[in-house]
């Protein structure tokens, strides 16, 4: 197997995860900055108030967003195992 064909999976896997990844964080992100916000305005400064609207809205965006992370992971699934056979046939 080539070294170059191993980086370029690597590099598409790690797109990939930043991808899938990425609106969940920005989700998080922007709740947690919210709470955060309404937090400071109210002086009530627990670490439970701002966990659980985080986790919450993050669930909610998973539910939402699954359909398309399974399509694309699963896509990216797919082209490696098609990619296996050429693998097999070019050693």
């Not at 909610?60 to 699963?74: D, N, S």
């Amino acid at each position: 197997m080539d070294s170059s064909l191993v980086i370029e999976w690597s590099l598409e896997a790690l797109r990939l995860a930043m991808l899938l990844g990425g609106p969940l964080l920005a989700v998080a992100l922007v709740v947690g900055l919210i709470v955060g916000i309404g937090q400071t305005l109210t002086q009530l400064h627990e670490p439970v108030i701002s966990l659980v609207p985080r986790m919450i809205a993050v669930l909610v965006a998973v539910l939402a967003l699954l359909p398309w992370i399974i399509g694309r992971w699963a896509g990216f699934t797919t082209s490696l195992i098609d990619a296996i056979p050429s693998l097999i046939f070019r050693m």
